[in-house]
């Protein structure tokens, strides 16, 4: 997996990234080398769509 960070970002410190495949994994931009959170892929694009719609 490799990790990205939204285009919307730009170029600041205080980023989410995450890592997407059988689970998605998400951390801190300025905390790499510490822990992350991770969700079934499924879970994700269920998130990512009521974020897109507006229910959250």
């Given at each position: 997996?490799?990790?990205?960070?939204?285009?919307?970002?730009?170029?600041?410190?205080?980023?989410?990234?995450v890592a997407?495949?059988?689970?998605?994994?998400?951390?801190?931009t300025?905390?790499r080398d510490?822990?992350?959170?991770?969700?079934?892929?499924?879970?994700?694009?269920?998130?990512?769509?009521?974020?897109a719609?507006g229910?959250?």
């Amino acid at each position: 997996m490799s990790w990205h960070k939204s285009s919307y970002s730009g170029e600041g410190a205080n980023c989410v990234e995450v890592a997407e495949g059988d689970q998605t994994l998400m951390r801190d931009t300025q905390y790499r080398d510490q822990a992350h959170l991770a969700v079934p892929a499924d879970e994700w694009r269920a998130f990512i769509t009521a974020a897109a719609d507006g229910e959250l």
